[in-house]
Structures are given as structure tokens and as C-alpha cells.
């Protein structure tokens, strides 16, 4: 139990240590060019573009612990987005019915890719590729253009900020603790962790991996409903187009940034949100100093490759000693 | 009966035999709707489209099998062409130096791809993601934001054209004859050392080193392989789609979704180069059943979508079945 407690923290203080260092770098950076990275308009910045990527990024981070992938949270966010739109019509008293409809209905796309993962047998990318490109030819094939409308009160829940920090990225933290706690103190959350050390071994100890994978890829769907509620409240309406920003290859960035392994059973979302951080950093970075927009996709890039080969590195060395092994038997 | 049981096994079975079954399906589906696209011309015309898929799936074949991904190959595709343009500038005779530079840059991709996943260790997920990044904004970066420059005569010639005044067919593609060269060489590569080696590292990396193989000289090979095809593959997209910059955008996706739709398993040692192509083929055979069928092109993904899970639980529910104990039931492709 100890062990297991001081290197989760240890890697999770490491990438902390990062955000800090990409802070500092940044800043210095900004104010060599005569700017304050730390200005109010800034930090409103950073702290807005956390929000979305935030939200899809904790979801992906459930279904990567248990070895699993979900490549359709983008989709799954623009179809949010819509059905959030269109249910809410303009009318404020269909926010919380709106907000039921997106949460079902990102939920059973979850589901459905949870079920085609554990009962079908299929490998989570081509699911996940395919769930997504099954919502694309919807989206593409129904919405010609942005459809819905979504009264000013729940735009205010993109656009009211208590000080510099905007209300998305408090719903965002909070629902990042949320996760923590689920993954430290609930039992499922601990069985994310044995099904994405070993699925077979999992098995054999009793656990019904089917349920937990199902759990998870639920939970993700949600997290990009909520996403493309967000979405929503930002666009005033619900924009098909949303897709093509490629959310959800950002949100892998983001965990596997945040010292999560994509090969599962290991990582966590304090982790993931330092990593969403970290890109939403870069990239206020670069918008004050106005660095041309494609080099920042050159150097996210670098970032991405770098960091997880720095991993690589601690992993090898943390393999010797079978950190696996060490958290199924400290948590069981 | 023997070997008719076999045969209807190998068709069936979900392996790499299922695919042919399928593409005959699709193509007795395209004749039935119209006759006439088994005339030479049209289907000139439908080999000539496939061609540089059906080559990007066979570089792609190579990473998979050997347990890996590409996801960088479509903004390859797409710098390549773009390359051309910028580089040959309309001049005639810079077409062959340039091919060059091409082919020296779809190398130099593929080895850096391959060389950060295996010295560096970081999963081919993440280094081809960030390949992919890093491609997309160095070639916006360099031209602008928008292609410049323009294609010569002589590069556009092997999309474009082929050997006229062929009887019965009428014209057969360059591109045809280029896909049919890279398809037999993808097919002898997996039948010698080399290729035994790939399978050998897809299906069990660690039995394979332990045997004395070079398991990173192999995967690094393996991209090498991939940049390669990407390469001819953009000199093809070029020639017969000309320059755009959303040339590539996505083709990754489509190229893995043929691939493994000829069966082969994602996290590498299972399945054929040919299976593969023929894969591609069959995709491509599909998007055409479409467009007879006048059903809407925004359908498409939906319809890719389901076919892809489709086939591949298909393919595992056999494979469980019968070894439930030993099969690898989830095999995650690092």
C-alpha cells in the first residue's frame, strides 16, 4: 500500500512539476516579448480551453486505465451538442430536460461501444472507429448546418466566469474529482485498474471485467455529452461540424501527457488534468505571442512523442520490479 | 469434400479467406445494379481510383503485422503531394529530381517513425499521432496555410494516363501496373526471411527476439515500408486528384479499416499482404455499390463503420471459439 502510494505519487508530482515548469518557461518566454502570461485575459484563456479537452480527456482516461480506447468522443460530442440544441429549442425550462436527453443518449453510445468491446470481442480502435464513423454518416447525412437553439441562460454556462475562472472549468474540475475519488474509493475503480493490468487475470480473480468495461466506456460517453453540452452553451447552437476538430485524438494526447499508459492499469485523472493543462498552456503561449497556428501542431507533436518516450523511459526501469502486480495485490 | 469443407472454411471463416468472399459479393451487387461496369473502360477507370489505396494498404499491412500502427500516412500522403507541387513549381524538368526528394522524405519519415518506437520506446499510437501533428503544421507552416506551386505534365502522367489503344480495355492505367508491381513485391517481401520475421515479431515480439531476430531492425523496416508506400501512393493521388490541402486528410483511418477488414488482426501476426489489398479493393468496390445505388456519400462512414465491427467480431467470435484458453482475445496493439 505504501509502495503503491508514494510512486503514484512521485509520477503523478513529476508531470505537476512539468505544468510548472511549461508555466514558468512560458511566462518567461511571454514577458521576454513584453507581454504578462499571467495577465487576467490570459489565465481566462488558458483556463477556457481546459474546459472541453478537460471533459472528454477524464472520460478517455477511464477506458485507456481499463486498456481500452474510445476514438468516438468527438462524434459523440457534436451529437451531444445537437440533441442539447434542439431539445432546449430556445426554451430555459428544457434545460434539464435537455441535459437528461445528451446524458442518455452519450451514455448509450458508451454503451453500445462498451458492449461491442466486451461481448463482441472486437478491438477497442476498430469499435470505437466505427461507433464514430456510424455518428459521422448521421451527422453528415441529417445536419446540413448548425440546428437548435440554446436559451441565454444555459450560454451562460460557456461564457460567466467567477473571477478569471471560468464556470466550465470549475464544472470540470469538479468533475475531475469526481473521477479521482470513483477511481481510488469505489470498487469499480479499483477493478479499472486490475482489468487494464491483466484482463485475463482480472477474470480469474472474480472480477467481471464485461461490467467494468462497460462501466467505463459508459462514463467516457457521458463526459463527451457533457463536453458537447458545453459545446452548446458555447455556439448557442449545436454545430455537426464539431467533429472535425478531432477532440478526441487531443483528449489521448491529454492522458497519455498526463502519465497515463495507453496500454492500461496504470495512470490516473489528477495526472490527466496537469497534461489538458500543459496544452491549454502552449497554447495561450503561443496565441499571446502570436506564433503561427501550425507550428503549434508541430510542436504539439514533439510534446506528445517526448513526453511518452520520457516515460518509456521510468517505465523500463519500474518494470523490474512488476508495479502491476504491486497494485492488484495492495488494492485487493 | 475434404478439401470443399476447407475451402468453405477459408471463405467463412472470418480469416483472411472471408474478404474475397466479401469483394465477390460486392462485385456480383455492382454488376447487378450495372452490367456495364465490367467493360474494360469503367473498370479501368475503377482500378485506376483504387490503386493508391489498395498501395497504402499493403505499406500499412507491413506496421500492423509486425504489431504496430501508422497513423501518420495520410498527412504523408498529404505533405508529399504538396512537396511536388512547391518544389516542382510547373518546371518539366525538375520531375525526377523532385520524385527524389519524395522518396527520400516518405523514407526519412517512415525510419524516424520507426526509430522513436522501437530505441525510444513510445507505443506507434502515440509516435504516429504526433508524426501526424507534426506533418499537418510543418506543411502548412511552409507553404502558408495553401498549397503553392503546380504539378509538371510528366509527374501528373502515372495518375493520370496509362497504355492506350489497349483492345478490349482500351487504356490500362499506369497506376494499375504500379499497384499490381507493389502488390507482387509486398506478396515475395512476406514469403522470404524478412517477411517470417515481421509475422514472427507481430505474434509474439519477446519469442521472436529470444530466437535471434532483430525485432526493432524489423518494426523500424516495417515503417520504412509504410513512408515508402505513402510516397508512391502521393504521386499517385497527385497526379490524378491534382493539389489541394486536404489531400490525405483522414486517409489513416480508411487505409487501417481495409487493412484489418482483410483480416488482418490488429496487434500484428496474423494475416496476408494480399488479403489485405484485397481489403482496400473491397472497400473501394463498395463506395462505388453506393454510388450506384444513388445512396447519399454521406452515408458512407455509416455504412464503413458498421461493416468494419461487423466484420471484425465476425472474425473474432471464430477465433475464440474453438482456442478460448490460448487465443488472445483482446490483444491491445502497442
Known amino acids: 500500500m505504501r509502495t503503491l502510494n508514494t510512486t503514484a505519487l512521485s509520477s503523478t508530482a513529476m508531470i505537476y512539476l512539468a505544468l510548472a515548469g511549461v508555466l514558468a518557461v512560458g511566462g518567461a518566454a511571454v514577458a521576454l516579448d513584453g507581454g504578462n502570461l499571467f495577465a487576467t485575459a490570459n489565465l481566462v484563456d488558458m483556463l477556457t480551453r481546459t474546459s472541453l479537452t478537460g471533459f472528454l480527456a477524464i472520460g478517455m482516461t477511464l477506458v485507456i486505465l481499463c486498456r481500452s480506447l474510445d476514438l468516438s468522443v468527438g462524434y459523440t460530442a457534436a451529437l451531444s451538442s445537437l440533441v442539447a440544441a434542439t431539445t432546449m429549442d430556445g426554451q430555459a425550462a428544457n434545460i434539464p430536460l435537455a441535459i437528461g436527453a445528451v446524458l442518455l443518449v452519450a451514455g448509450l453510445i458508451g454503451a453500445a461501444n462498451g458492449a461491442i468491446i466486451a461481448f463482441l470481442k472486437v478491438n477497442p480502435f476498430i469499435a470505437t472507429l466505427g461507433t464514430g464513423l456510424i455518428i459521422k454518416g448521421y451527422l453528415d447525412t441529417e445536419y446540413k448546418g448548425p440546428a437548435g437553439d440554446v436559451p441565454a441562460a444555459f450560454q451562460q454556462f460557456g461564457y460567466t466566469r467567477i473571477a478569471f475562472v471560468p464556470v466550465s472549468a470549475l464544472v470540470m474540475l469538479a468533475v475531475a474529482g469526481a473521477a479521482i475519488w470513483y477511481l481510488r474509493s469505489t470498487r469499480t475503480g479499483h477493478h479499472m485498474y486490475a482489468v487494464g493490468g491483466d484482463i485475463d487475470v482480472a477474470r480469474m480473480s472474480g472480477i467481471r471485467t464485461t461490467r467494468v468495461l462497460l462501466t467505463a466506456h459508459v462514463l467516457c460517453g457521458m463526459a463527451a455529452g457533457v463536453a458537447g453540452l458545453l459545446l452548446a452553451a458555447r455556439f448557442g447552437t449545436g454545430s455537426a461540424e464539431a467533429y472535425t476538430n478531432l477532440y478526441e485524438l487531443d483528449a489521448i494526447a491529454a492522458v497519455v501527457l498526463g502519465g497515463t499508459l495507453l496500454l492500461g492499469g496504470k495512470g490516473g485523472v489528477a495526472g490527466t488534468v496537469a497534461g489538458v493543462a500543459i496544452l491549454a498552456v502552449l497554447d495561450t503561449v503561443f496565441n499571446v505571442m502570436q506564433i503561427d497556428p501550425f507550428a503549434k501542431d508541430v510542436l504539439r507533436g514533439v510534446v506528445i512523442i517526448a513526453a511518452v518516450a520520457l516515460y518509456a523511459r521510468r517505465q523500463l526501469d519500474r518494470t523490474a520490479r512488476r508495479p502491476r502486480f504491486a497494485i492488484s495485490e495492495g488494492r485487493a | ?334
Open chain 2, 1 to 334: 469434400m475434404q478439401r470443399l469443407r476447407s475451402a468453405a472454411a477459408a471463405l467463412f471463416g472470418g480469416g483472411t479467406g472471408t474478404v474475397f468472399a466479401l469483394l465477390i459479393v460486392i462485385l456480383a451487387g455492382i454488376f447487378a445494379m450495372n452490367p456495364g461496369f465490367f467493360e474494360g473502360p469503367s473498370l479501368m477507370a475503377f482500378l485506376k481510383q483504387a490503386a493508391p489505396l489498395v498501395i497504402l494498404a499493403a505499406g500499412q499491412y507491413f506496421v500492423i503485422v509486425s504489431g504496430n500502427f501508422d497513423l501518420s500516412v495520410g498527412a504523408l500522403v498529404g505533405a508529399q503531394v504538396v512537396i511536388a507541387a512547391r518544389l516542382i513549381d510547373g518546371e518539366e524538368s525538375r520531375t525526377v529530381p523532385v520524385l527524389l526528394v519524395m522518396l527520400a522524405f516518405g523514407l526519412t519519415v517512415g525510419l524516424v517513425n520507426g526509430l522513436i518506437t522501437t530505441v525510444l520506446k513510445v507505443q506507434s499510437f502515440i509516435t504516429t499521432l504526433g508524426m501526424l501533428l507534426v506533418l499537418y503544421g510543418a506543411i502548412r507552416l511552409w507553404t502558408g496555410g495553401a498549397p503553392t506551386g503546380a504539378l509538371s505534365e510528366a509527374f501528373r502522367k502515372v495518375g493520370r494516363h496509362g497504355i492506350d489503344d489497349v483492345p478490349l480495355v482500351g487504356q490500362i492505367p499506369w497506376a494499375l501496373l504500379v499497384m499490381l508491381a507493389v502488390g507482387a513485391g509486398a506478396i515475395l517481401l512476406m514469403r522470404t526471411r524478412f517477411g517470417r520475421i515481421v509475422m514472427a515479431t507481430g505474434d509474439n515480439d519477446l519469442a521472436a527476439a529470444l530466437s535471434g531476430a532483430r525485432v526493432a531492425t524489423v518494426r523500424t523496416a516495417a515503417f520504412v515500408l509504410s513512408g515508402l508506400s505513402a510516397t508512391i501512393a502521393g504521386v499517385l493521388i497527385g497526379g490524378f486528384a491534382g493539389v489541394s490541402a486536404q489531400v490525405g486528410e483522414g486517409l489513416e483511418f480508411t487505409v487501417i479499416t481495409e487493412v484489418v477488414l482483410g483480416g488482418v488482426a490488429l496487434g500484428g501476426g496474423r494475416g496476408t499482404a494480399l488479403a489485405a489489398m484485397a481489403g482496400a479493393l473491397a472497400i473501394e468496390a463498395l463506395f462505388t455499390l453506393f454510388n450506384q445505388m444513388a445512396l447519399p456519400a454521406t452515408l458512407r462512414p455509416t455504412v464503413q463503420g458498421a461493416i468494419i465491427i461487423a466484420a471484425v467480431a465476425y472474425a473474432a467470435r471464430q477465433r475464440t471459439r474453438p482456442a478460448a484458453v490460448t487465443a488472445p482475445a483482446t490483444v491491445s496493439p502497442s
